[in-house]
């Protein structure tokens, strides 16, 4: 029974474009949500949080949206890089205090 | 700063054996994590530490046990190998589970494991 789904494998998008990754989850106490990326190779590195409090987290070209209701989150990558080429997970806790659930990830692909 | 130091990188184990998955983090995080990552498949959590001397099971423990007698250290053990085994496994810490974007969890590289 997966809490977190990450429904696109993959997601291919030209250089300079905006990506958009898509998270949903099922469990209504989760509360805190991070984005996690991860080179081959290598363990996931931290992107970019959000908490239920807020609908939208900012961090220089990377922009997180939680919209409560659908149970639903986004990460929008603008402007796209052939460095951000990579797979990226969804993860959720319940008030920061449980382990991470995560997604299945999605691998984006930029195209120069 | 090293932060979390996995070993092996590699290891090929036959049906039945045994092995320890190393992992050390300088980082003085009280939590630590053991997670699995199956091909096309998110991370699972095997078990978490929040503290030395303290652990609990996750989603998937069965197959593995582990121990937390220092700070620095949370070793994975497997003691019968079996093909289902087979998988990359991290390693993480962090201050707390997580509590804002200051705390986030630091990953190893991980262990590629094959079970034949």
């Known amino acids: 029974d997966q809490q977190v789904k990450q429904n696109s494998p993959s997601l291919s998008v030209q250089e300079g474009r905006i990506s958009i990754l898509n998270c949903d989850y099922t469990?209504?106490?989760?509360?805190?949500f991070l984005w996690y990326k991860k080179y081959p190779a290598e363990g996931p590195t931290f992107l970019i949080s959000?908490?239920?409090?807020?609908d939208k987290n900012e961090d220089g070209r990377f922009t997180v949206f939680l919209n409560k209701s659908a149970k639903h989150l986004s990460l929008h990558i603008v402007p796209s890089q052939p460095g951000d080429s990579a797979v990226y997970f969804c993860?959720?806790?319940?008030?920061?205090?449980?382990?991470?659930?995560f997604g299945k990830g999605t691998r984006l692909s930029v195209i120069a | 700063n090293a932060g979390v130091t996995q070993t092996p990188k590699f290891r090929i184990l036959k049906i039945g054996q045994s092995m320890t998955l190393q992992c050390t983090q300088d980082?003085?995080?009280?939590?630590m994590y053991w997670y699995r990552q199956d091909p096309g498949m998110g991370l699972k959590l095997i078990y978490y530490?929040?503290?030395?001397?303290?652990?609990d099971k996750g989603e998937v423990p069965n197959g593995y046990n582990v121990s937390r007698s220092t700070t620095e250290d949370f070793p994975l053990r497997l003691e019968l190998a079996a093909p289902s085994q087979t998988s990359v496994y991290f390693c993480?810490?962090?201050?707390?589970?997580?509590?804002?974007?200051?705390?986030?969890?630091?990953f190893g590289n991980g262990t590629r494991l094959t079970v034949t």
């Open positions: 993480a810490s962090s201050y707390y589970f997580i509590r804002d974007s200051n705390s986030p969890l630091h």
């Open positions: 469990n209504s106490m989760f509360d805190y």
């Open positions: 959000i908490s239920s409090i807020k």
């Open positions: 993860a959720a806790s319940v008030s920061g205090n449980t382990p991470l659930v």
């Open positions: 980082m003085n995080h009280n939590y």
């Open positions: 530490s929040v503290g030395a001397g303290i652990t």
